[in-house]
């Protein structure tokens, strides 16, 4: 059986790599990104435009991550995709037109 050799960006590799040493960062977008710039060299004693232009942007962090979970080389514990699910059914039940009609009909009535 040929097995692909998955080609990674410098970014996925550093997530891969932190995650894989403490699924805690798998759980938590801002100590993944906190751990990672702290790799990168940000210095709580410079200025924080400095320490922006030094380091990867959150959001470049944020997508590797994904992505690499898109790929099936990272899992998110079972509580996270609990809260994410909830967190979706809570916005659809919030925003839904169905929602939306039961509320105008209980202010018509």
Known sequence: MKVNKVHLTPTESTVLRIINQDSVYAEDDQLLITRIWHSEGWNDKDALYVNLKRVTSASTIKRARRHLHQMGL??????????????????R??????SFLKRLVKRVL
Do not use: G, W
């Open 74 to 91: 990272i899992q998110y514990p079972e509580k996270v995709l609990r809260s994410r699910h909830q967190a979706f059914v809570d916005h």
């Open 93 to 98: 039940d919030k925003y839904s037109t169905h």
